[in-house]
């Protein structure tokens, strides 16, 4: 309570400000001033996906753009934070660090101006920074085919980045801290070189942040640079640069999740034993429970001595001209390097000693007549990753977080080892295929992600738009990529010849829709959507498999969607409603590298108004997710397992010890980790000209963990708010509240359910943060 007084206190200082500033004679002129805080998306353009320069009531989609002034009054700083805003975007954890959005009830995939960024493996990767973006667009369904070909398709997040200013100088100055000692800072300044012609934009951010959570930290560096030419009234070129640098905690949350535990927060404690009486964390050790205590939120799986940092470096150029009349030239280019080290202490490995991606769409929009238009685009993408991963040996459940950190550590033993092969000193990972050594027909090795590959992706896409009549427009896309793959062992045992392989598959993608408007103001619209999908590794690698042979199957994951809607975007009104009915079909990439197939139907709707001196939004959700009749696998088949019954009085415990790596048969069960119902809300009031304040909400309904639903997050809601006051146009200070009641609530730690009979993660109590910002 003491951080909610201090709250209170706070406010009340920007009261007395405000009733100072306000003891003079005041001159009221009625009148309602529309869209001055721009926090609808209803005029927002959205530019790439589908074209460039269109709004959300021409696009036959479920579309959430957000704004700069929306990320900012919003508090958005991870892709976690958009469920504030966007209905079905509920994620895990993310290990604590998201790396990809989560969809309808799916992973998405992330853009940036329009092309793929390297973004991780299923959600575990490198969080990103926004400081190179101003908008964020959140689509639901799989890429068009403008996008092509990719690996996830619950949805996807284009981000825009900044752009150079050529008429005007503009900067901007960032400071802010908050509990636990957070610290920013962020410096962004836009000028012509020459004016109407050119200009550059430079953006610096530094990040530094203690943690809740033991043994947590993150600290990172972001190095923004664009420049915009002009050189003629049908030219425009952008490019722009970013480094960005990070050390983060991967933070898999706490462990043995019962429903006492988030119930109660009552943990059971007790090292777990193995066959041979060893403490050590191994793979179906069992626990005798020595009794039941309240665990500290804060006490997490993660380790003083773990290393986890990653650098990255993005170039991007968009060029368009104006050909003639009807014709336009588009053509984009991206480059990405990347490098990550993380070795854990509880043996776990992942280290990407160089992955490069490059890409290059060229589009030629054409003009036919007023009512008929087509994109044609040619797009060659190459990928090459060199990666190594171990992760094989964890353990989880049996780890005592109540004891000492040695529960928490995970030595190899000889036998482990010798399945293993030696990257460094002390540092073992798997060999990136499979050997056998003493011909008895059973490969000897232990297989994760390690690989060495190369990937070409040339794409062909067409797409055609028909404006029939005032009210009737319909759109049809193809694309066909060709995917030229090698793979190879870059670290094969001692006297073993690497192992490599090469396939060639040809993936299809298409679209159709159709919008209807039933009124100026009401659109109806009908889309569907086909792509055959990709199935990859880390940093979109690709790996062998036990056979040394790259899978076909890796390349034919079937992606369907349906969706039906309504967009009520009424001109000279502060109102925009949307609402989507869908039904998405998707394959997800399982950790033993196979794939089950996910069947989501539901609900969406979100509401802006944004006038005078009050503005809101607000979202709900509902998803059907299930299994479609496929095969699911889990960590453990419940945390039950890990226990015996020497104390039923605290679990009824199985004694097949854990983890026991379960495979679940074919079922429609629904899929764990995804609550059937959310509901979130923001809003926002003008006291004075000078002081605003703000309320925001989110609620999810119950959802099971763990695949048998044995654990059930219960219903959980989060009440942040905030408010700022401007000390004149330039300065202002602003105060941001979050979980202002303090609730104890958690979400899973990973995408797909996995971990859900093993890990769960604490989200973080009541904490505020004060930022000082000074535009010039």
Not at 372 to 394: L, M, P
Not at 644 to 656: A, E, H, Y
Not at 747 to 754: D, L, Q, T
Request: hydrophobic letters at 35%; proline letters at 5%; a negative charge.
């Amino acid at each position: 309570m003491k951080y909610a007084f201090l709250a209170l206190s706070i406010c009340a200082s920007f009261v007395s400000l405000a009733t100072e500033n306000n003891e003079i004679e005041v001159i009221q002129i009625s009148g309602e001033q529309l869209k001055n805080t721009q926090i609808s998306p209803k005029d927002t353009p959205i530019n790439g996906p589908f074209g460039d320069d269109l709004f959300l009531q021409d696009i036959a989609r479920s579309v959430t753009p957000i704004t700069r002034e929306m990320i900012e009054q919003l508090n958005i700083t991870t892709l976690q934070d958009i469920l504030s805003i966007t209905p079905n975007s509920y994620s895990a954890s993310g290990f604590g660090n998201p790396s990809l959005p989560t969809l309808r009830g799916q992973l998405g995939e992330l853009f940036q101006d329009g092309v793929r960024r390297q973004a991780g493996n299923n959600g575990f990767g490198i969080p990103i920074s926004f400081n190179a973006i101003e908008q964020i667009d959140v689509v639901k369904g799989a890429p068009p085919v403008l996008f092509g070909s990719s690996q996830r398709n619950g949805g996807f997040v284009n981000l825009s980045s900044k752009k150079a200013n050529t008429e005007q100088s503009q900067g901007k100055l960032v400071l802010s801290a908050g509990r636990w000692d957070h610290y920013s800072a962020q410096l962004d300044y836009t000028a012509p070189i020459v004016e109407g012609k050119s200009g550059f934009r430079v953006s610096a951010e530094h990040i530094d942040t203690g943690s809740f959570y033991d043994f947590s930290g993150y600290k990172s560096d972001s190095l923004f640079a664009a420049v915009r030419f002009l050189p003629d009234a049908q030219s425009s070129l952008d490019i722009n640069f970013e480094l960005y640098q990070v050390e983060f905690t991967d933070n898999a949350g706490i462990n043995r999740p019962t429903q006492a535990l988030i119930d109660d927060g009552l943990y059971i404690t007790g090292q777990g034993i193995q066959p041979n009486g060893s403490a050590i964390a191994r793979a179906g050790a069992i626990i005798s429970p020595t009794g039941q205590v309240r665990i500290p939120r804060n006490r997490v799986l993660t380790d003083p001595d773990n290393i986890n940092e990653a650098t990255t470096y993005l170039l991007h150029s968009i060029y368009k001209r104006e050909l003639n009349d009807k014709t336009t030239l588009k053509n984009t280019t991206y480059f990405q390097h990347l490098q990550r080290e993380e070795v854990a202490q509880n043996s776990f490995v992942e280290i990407i000693d160089g992955a490069d991606t490059a890409q290059n769409r060229t589009e030629l929009s054409y003009q036919w007549n007023d009512s008929q238009s087509s994109i044609f685009a040619f797009d060659v993408r190459f990928n090459k990753v060199k990666g190594f991963s171990q992760f094989t040996t964890e353990a989880d459940l049996p780890i005592d977080l109540t004891g000492p950190i040695e529960n928490r550590r995970i030595p190899l033993t000889t036998e482990q080892k010798a399945r293993l092969v030696e990257l460094k000193p002390g540092v073992f990972v798997s060999p990136g295929a499979q050997y056998d050594l003493d011909n008895d027909g059973v490969g000897d090795f232990s297989l994760s992600d390690t690989t060495d590959s190369t990937s070409w992706q040339t794409g062909l896409a067409f797409v055609h738009d028909s404006q029939w009549t005032e009210k009737l427009r319909t759109s049809l896309g193809y694309r066909l990529d060709y995917y030229d793959v090698e793979a190879r062992d870059p670290i094969a045992p001692q006297g073993q010849v690497a192992a490599r392989d090469n396939i060639y598959e040809t993936l299809h993608a298409g679209q159709i829709s159709v919008n209807y408007k039933l009124t100026a103001e009401l659109t109806s619209y009908i889309t569907g959507n086909y792509n055959e999908a990709t199935s990859n590794s880390m940093a979109g690698g690709n790996v062998l498999g036990s056979d040394n042979q790259i899978s076909a199957q890796n390349f034919a994951t079937d992606n369907t969607l349906a969706e039906i809607g309504l967009k009520f975007s009424p001109t000279d009104s502060p109102w925009y409603v949307d609402a989507a009915l869908f039904n998405q079909r998707r394959s997800l990439r399982n950790r033993d590298g196979s794939n089950t197939g996910i069947r989501t139907k539901g609900f969406e709707t979100q509401v802006f108004y944004d006038a005078g001196q009050y503005w809101f939004n607000a979202g709900y959700s509902y998803i059907d997710a299930r299994y479609d009749n496929s095969a699911s696998s889990q960590d453990s088949n419940q945390v039950a397992d890990a226990f015996d019954n020497s104390r039923p009085d605290i679990i009824n415990g199985t004694g097949i010890g854990a983890p026991n790596f379960a495979s679940f048969p074919p079922s429609t069960r629904r899929v764990q980790g995804i609550p059937e119902q959310s509901f979130s809300f923001n809003s926002g009031f003008s006291i004075t000209p000078q002081w605003d304040i703000g309320l925001g909400g989110i609620y999810t309904k119950s959802y099971p963990l763990d695949f048998l639903a044995t654990v059930r997050i219960r219903d959980q809601y989060t009440l942040n708010v905030n408010t700022r006051y401007a000390f004149s146009e330039q300065t202002s200070l602003r105060l941001d509240i979050t979980n202002v009641t303090n609730q104890d609530n958690w979400r899973p730690v990973f995408e797909g359910g996995y971990f859900g009979s093993t890990l769960v993660f604490p989200e973080l109590p009541i904490h505020a943060k004060l930022t000082f910002q000074h535009t010039f």
